[in-house]
Protein backbone atom coordinates (compact mmCIF):
# COMPACT_ATOMS: atom_id res chain seq x y z
CA UNK A 1 0.00 0.00 0.00
CA UNK A 2 1.10 3.26 -0.73
CA UNK A 3 2.36 5.41 2.41
CA UNK A 4 1.96 8.90 0.52
CA UNK A 5 -0.85 9.48 -1.95
CA UNK A 6 -0.86 12.42 -3.93
CA UNK A 7 -3.78 12.61 -6.55
CA UNK A 8 -3.56 15.12 -8.65
CA UNK A 9 -0.35 14.33 -11.35
CA UNK A 10 -0.76 17.81 -12.74
CA UNK A 11 -2.49 21.05 -11.78
CA UNK A 12 -3.05 24.38 -13.80
CA UNK A 13 -3.96 27.66 -11.97
CA UNK A 14 -4.07 31.44 -12.29
CA UNK A 15 -1.76 33.51 -11.25
CA UNK A 16 -3.10 34.60 -7.84
CA UNK A 17 -5.07 32.35 -6.77
CA UNK A 18 -4.46 29.60 -3.94
CA UNK A 19 -4.01 26.58 -4.89
CA UNK A 20 -4.61 23.66 -2.60
CA UNK A 21 -2.47 20.41 -3.25
CA UNK A 22 -3.78 17.16 -1.89
CA UNK A 23 -1.73 14.77 0.06
CA UNK A 24 -2.85 11.87 1.86
CA UNK A 25 -0.77 9.53 4.19
CA UNK A 26 -0.71 5.93 6.07
CA UNK A 27 0.63 5.26 9.25
CA UNK A 28 0.05 3.12 12.22
CA UNK A 29 2.57 5.09 13.90
CA UNK A 30 1.68 7.60 16.56
CA UNK A 31 4.86 9.35 16.19
CA UNK A 32 5.29 11.00 12.88
CA UNK A 33 6.03 14.34 10.61
CA UNK A 34 4.79 15.21 7.53
CA UNK A 35 6.69 17.46 4.76
CA UNK A 36 6.11 19.32 1.68
CA UNK A 37 8.97 19.92 -0.52
CA UNK A 38 9.35 22.24 -4.25
CA UNK A 39 11.24 20.83 -7.11
CA UNK A 40 11.59 23.71 -9.52
CA UNK A 41 12.73 22.45 -13.46
CA UNK A 42 16.66 23.07 -11.93
CA UNK A 43 15.86 19.96 -10.28
CA UNK A 44 16.65 20.58 -6.62
CA UNK A 45 14.77 19.56 -3.52
CA UNK A 46 13.71 23.00 -1.30
CA UNK A 47 11.58 22.66 1.67
CA UNK A 48 8.56 24.57 2.27
CA UNK A 49 6.59 22.98 5.15
CA UNK A 50 6.58 20.58 8.21
CA UNK A 51 3.93 19.42 10.45
CA UNK A 52 4.15 17.16 13.53
CA UNK A 53 1.91 14.80 14.57
CA UNK A 54 1.61 15.89 17.44
CA UNK A 55 1.66 19.34 16.34
CA UNK A 56 -1.86 21.25 17.77
CA UNK A 57 -2.01 23.85 15.08
CA UNK A 58 -1.78 23.93 11.39
CA UNK A 59 2.20 24.93 10.35
CA UNK A 60 2.39 28.06 8.66
CA UNK A 61 5.12 29.74 6.56
CA UNK A 62 4.27 32.91 4.76
CA UNK A 63 2.13 32.09 1.96
CA UNK A 64 2.73 28.04 2.45
CA UNK A 65 0.62 26.66 4.84
CA UNK A 66 -0.34 23.16 5.87
CA UNK A 67 -4.36 21.67 6.47
CA UNK A 68 -3.64 19.26 9.03
CA UNK A 69 -6.66 16.85 9.06
CA UNK A 70 -5.05 13.84 11.57
CA UNK A 71 -8.70 11.87 11.83
CA UNK A 72 -8.30 11.70 7.81
CA UNK A 73 -4.94 11.27 7.54
CA UNK A 74 -4.44 14.10 5.52
CA UNK A 75 -1.55 17.08 4.62
CA UNK A 76 -2.83 19.23 2.29
CA UNK A 77 -0.89 22.08 1.18
CA UNK A 78 -2.47 25.52 0.26
CA UNK A 79 -0.24 27.97 -1.97
CA UNK A 80 -2.10 31.49 -1.24
CA UNK A 81 -1.62 33.86 -3.81
CA UNK A 82 0.15 32.06 -6.39
CA UNK A 83 2.79 33.08 -8.09
CA UNK A 84 4.70 32.38 -11.45
CA UNK A 85 7.96 31.07 -9.81
CA UNK A 86 5.60 28.50 -7.69
CA UNK A 87 5.26 26.60 -11.46
CA UNK A 88 7.18 23.60 -10.53
CA UNK A 89 6.92 19.52 -9.10
CA UNK A 90 5.65 19.48 -5.13
CA UNK A 91 6.05 16.62 -3.00
CA UNK A 92 4.72 15.16 0.16
CA UNK A 93 6.53 13.37 2.28
CA UNK A 94 6.41 11.47 5.64
CA UNK A 95 8.71 10.23 8.33
CA UNK A 96 7.55 7.81 10.55
CA UNK A 97 8.72 7.06 14.18
CA UNK A 98 10.40 9.03 17.07
CA UNK A 99 13.66 9.05 15.35
CA UNK A 100 15.38 11.96 14.52
CA UNK A 101 17.53 9.49 11.29
CA UNK A 102 14.16 8.06 10.13
CA UNK A 103 14.15 7.98 6.57
CA UNK A 104 11.33 10.05 4.42
CA UNK A 105 9.46 8.50 1.85
CA UNK A 106 8.24 10.72 -0.44
CA UNK A 107 4.59 10.53 -2.79
CA UNK A 108 4.81 10.51 -6.70
CA UNK A 109 4.48 14.33 -6.75
CA UNK A 110 2.10 16.94 -8.55
CA UNK A 111 3.36 19.03 -11.03
CA UNK A 112 2.18 22.53 -10.99
CA UNK A 113 1.66 25.17 -13.43
CA UNK A 114 0.77 28.61 -12.80
CA UNK A 115 -0.62 30.54 -15.62
CA UNK A 116 -0.48 34.53 -16.13
CA UNK B 1 21.36 30.99 5.68
CA UNK B 2 23.76 27.27 5.88
CA UNK B 3 22.73 24.97 3.10
CA UNK B 4 24.02 21.60 1.79
CA UNK B 5 26.27 21.77 -0.72
CA UNK B 6 27.41 18.61 -3.72
CA UNK B 7 29.83 18.23 -6.09
CA UNK B 8 30.16 17.71 -9.18
CA UNK B 9 26.27 18.84 -10.44
CA UNK B 10 26.98 16.50 -13.14
CA UNK B 11 28.80 13.33 -13.41
CA UNK B 12 28.96 10.83 -16.79
CA UNK B 13 30.80 7.65 -16.46
CA UNK B 14 30.87 4.62 -18.36
CA UNK B 15 29.40 1.03 -16.90
CA UNK B 16 31.29 -0.47 -14.69
CA UNK B 17 33.19 2.26 -13.69
CA UNK B 18 33.55 3.59 -9.65
CA UNK B 19 32.13 7.01 -8.92
CA UNK B 20 32.10 9.23 -5.77
CA UNK B 21 29.65 11.65 -5.03
CA UNK B 22 30.67 14.32 -2.62
CA UNK B 23 28.59 15.93 -0.28
CA UNK B 24 29.11 18.94 2.62
CA UNK B 25 26.27 18.50 4.86
CA UNK B 26 24.93 21.75 6.87
CA UNK B 27 28.05 22.12 9.71
CA UNK B 28 25.76 21.23 13.07
CA UNK B 29 23.70 18.66 11.65
CA UNK B 30 24.27 14.73 13.07
CA UNK B 31 22.44 12.68 10.16
CA UNK B 32 23.19 12.62 6.82
CA UNK B 33 21.48 10.65 3.58
CA UNK B 34 21.15 9.55 0.53
CA UNK B 35 18.39 9.50 -1.72
CA UNK B 36 18.42 9.33 -5.68
CA UNK B 37 15.44 10.25 -7.74
CA UNK B 38 15.31 8.34 -11.63
CA UNK B 39 14.10 10.82 -13.93
CA UNK B 40 10.26 11.14 -14.21
CA UNK B 41 9.77 8.90 -10.84
CA UNK B 42 9.85 9.42 -7.31
CA UNK B 43 12.62 10.21 -4.62
CA UNK B 44 13.86 7.12 -3.67
CA UNK B 45 15.55 6.32 0.33
CA UNK B 46 19.16 4.59 0.20
CA UNK B 47 20.91 5.53 3.10
CA UNK B 48 20.93 7.26 6.52
CA UNK B 49 24.18 7.31 8.28
CA UNK B 50 24.56 8.83 12.07
CA UNK B 51 27.28 8.53 14.64
CA UNK B 52 29.79 7.00 11.98
CA UNK B 53 27.46 4.21 11.07
CA UNK B 54 25.44 3.55 8.78
CA UNK B 55 21.40 3.45 10.70
CA UNK B 56 19.39 2.24 7.94
CA UNK B 57 19.93 1.52 4.12
CA UNK B 58 17.41 0.25 1.63
CA UNK B 59 17.07 -2.67 -0.63
CA UNK B 60 18.51 -0.31 -3.23
CA UNK B 61 21.75 0.10 -1.55
CA UNK B 62 23.47 -2.96 -1.78
CA UNK B 63 26.98 -4.33 -2.04
CA UNK B 64 27.59 -2.25 -4.91
CA UNK B 65 26.39 0.95 -2.83
CA UNK B 66 29.02 2.52 0.21
CA UNK B 67 28.76 5.85 1.89
CA UNK B 68 31.77 7.72 3.92
CA UNK B 69 32.46 10.37 6.35
CA UNK B 70 36.04 10.69 5.66
CA UNK B 71 36.68 14.07 7.62
CA UNK B 72 34.38 16.42 9.93
CA UNK B 73 32.65 17.89 6.88
CA UNK B 74 32.20 15.64 3.85
CA UNK B 75 29.86 12.94 3.39
CA UNK B 76 30.63 10.80 0.22
CA UNK B 77 28.67 8.14 -1.58
CA UNK B 78 30.56 5.20 -3.32
CA UNK B 79 28.85 3.19 -6.57
CA UNK B 80 32.20 0.63 -7.48
CA UNK B 81 30.22 -0.68 -10.28
CA UNK B 82 27.75 1.58 -12.28
CA UNK B 83 25.14 -0.12 -13.85
CA UNK B 84 22.73 1.76 -16.37
CA UNK B 85 19.93 1.45 -13.85
CA UNK B 86 22.01 3.59 -11.90
CA UNK B 87 21.67 6.83 -13.82
CA UNK B 88 19.48 9.00 -11.56
CA UNK B 89 19.46 12.55 -9.62
CA UNK B 90 21.12 11.97 -6.03
CA UNK B 91 20.36 13.93 -3.48
CA UNK B 92 22.42 14.15 0.00
CA UNK B 93 20.41 15.74 2.96
CA UNK B 94 21.01 16.59 6.54
CA UNK B 95 18.80 17.23 9.63
CA UNK B 96 19.49 16.98 13.07
CA UNK B 97 21.23 20.29 14.54
CA UNK B 98 21.74 22.35 17.68
CA UNK B 99 18.25 22.67 17.74
CA UNK B 100 16.90 19.14 17.46
CA UNK B 101 15.38 20.01 14.18
CA UNK B 102 13.65 16.96 12.04
CA UNK B 103 13.70 18.85 9.18
CA UNK B 104 15.83 16.99 6.46
CA UNK B 105 17.59 19.84 3.90
CA UNK B 106 18.47 18.55 0.52
CA UNK B 107 21.30 19.63 -1.82
CA UNK B 108 20.84 20.51 -5.31
CA UNK B 109 21.78 17.09 -6.05
CA UNK B 110 23.94 15.30 -8.74
CA UNK B 111 23.08 14.11 -11.74
CA UNK B 112 24.68 11.20 -12.55
CA UNK B 113 24.60 9.49 -16.15
CA UNK B 114 25.93 6.08 -16.64
CA UNK B 115 26.54 4.80 -20.44
Known amino acids: AQKITQTQPGMFVQEKEAVTLDCTYD???????LFWYKQPSSGEMIFLIY??????QNATEGRYSLNFQKARKSANLVISASQLGDSAMYFC?????????????FGKGTRLHILP | EPEVTQTPSHQVTQMGQEVILRCVPI?????FYWYRQILGQKVEFLVSFYNNEISEKSEIFDDQFSVERPDGSNFTLKIRSTKLEDSAMYFCASSGGAGGGETQYFGPGTRLLVL
Open chain 2, 27 to 31: SNHLY
Open chain 1, 27 to 33: TSDPSYG
Open chain 1, 93 to 105: AMREGGGRDDKII
Open chain 1, 51 to 56: QGSYDQ
